[in-house]
């Protein structure tokens, strides 16, 4: 009986220092990738931030840093000792975006009789924003202003960046009226997922939704279609890549640090409308 207690006290021992030894790995492994984030910004991109936003993807298995710096995003994929780095110059995650919804009204699904829905599902993501920075003590980041145009399917012949841009302006609306289009296309005869491309300020949704769903507009399906269109899609006019780690704050497809939309440095402004981002 002495014999077994022992066996169980040396047990709970291991298992406790185990566990000990666990989250100083976390806390080891994290202040590497923050290490590793800053040394590779240097070498690569002659950046030199004192703060960096480190965040792990359980399902990738790596960390994810990015800046944004000079209307330029700067991204690092950190497996270990190997970083895959990339920039590109998208659109800023910042200030009043203009989006014109050019919205396929098919006849089986009468978007036009749900206008008042999705226009409380495109609100609902103004709302997302304005409670998450609120939380965080700052102004909105990030709020979209919304043009809404149904149109005859039978009008839109080609779904290209280039033949829908020429549409809305034969529509009459000038560059000035928006930042970005977004195609709906919620033909659920012909499903499709979306899509985005980067530097033409252009994204597409068609019907997503798989067989179980009732093929009809309803409250809960046209936020699901906002909330594909200006999370996902539009954050890949961001710089936004399926790469980037896992959301914490589930509202955002990310971590709200790696847009920028947190303050690392401590002086009260987040990175992405701070004149001196990340301690740079």
């Not at 690569?44 to 995003?73: A, E, M, W």
């Not at 202003?145 to 960046?161: G, R, Y």
């Amino acid at each position: 009986m002495i014999k077994h207690l022992k066996r169980i006290l040396s047990l709970a021992t291991i298992l406790s220092a185990q566990s000990c030894s666990e989250d100083e790995l976390l806390a080891t492994s994290r202040a590497n990738a923050e290490a590793i984030a800053r040394t590779t910004f240097a070498k690569r991109f002659n950046l030199h931030p004192q703060f960096v936003p480190v965040v792990y993807s359980h399902d990738r298995g790596h960390y994810t840093s990015v800046i944004y710096y000079s209307n330029k995003c700067y991204r690092l994929y950190m497996h270990g000792d190997v970083v895959m780095s990339k920039s590109s110059i998208p659109i800023l995650p910042k200030g009043t975006q203009k989006v014109i919804s050019v919205i396929m009204d098919y006849p089986n699904l009468a978007f036009n009789e749900s206008m008042d829905l999705w226009e409380q599902a495109q609100q609902s993501i103004n709302d997302d924003h304005y409670e998450f920075a609120q939380q965080s003590g700052f102004d909105p980041i990030v709020q979209f202003k919304n043009i809404n145009v149904l149109v005859d399917p039978d009008e839109i012949n080609d779904k290209s960046p280039n033949f829908i841009s020429s549409y809305v302006r034969s529509l009459g609306y000038t560059d000035s009226d928006y930042d970005i289009i977004a195609l709906i296309d919620l033909n659920f005869d012909d499903p499709a997922g979306g899509f985005a491309v980067p530097g033409e300020g252009f994204v597409n949704i068609g019907w997503f939704y798989n067989e179980s769903v009732a093929k009809s507009l309803n409250q809960e399906i046209l936020k699901g279609v906002a909330f594909a269109i200006y999370h996902h899609e539009i954050g890949h006019l961001w710089g936004w890549e399926h790469e980037w780690s896992d959301a914490i704050v589930s509202t955002f497809i990310t971590d709200p640090s790696l847009f920028g939309w947190t303050d690392l440095d401590g002086d009260g402004v987040p990175e992405i409308i701070d004149s001196n981002p990340y301690g740079l």
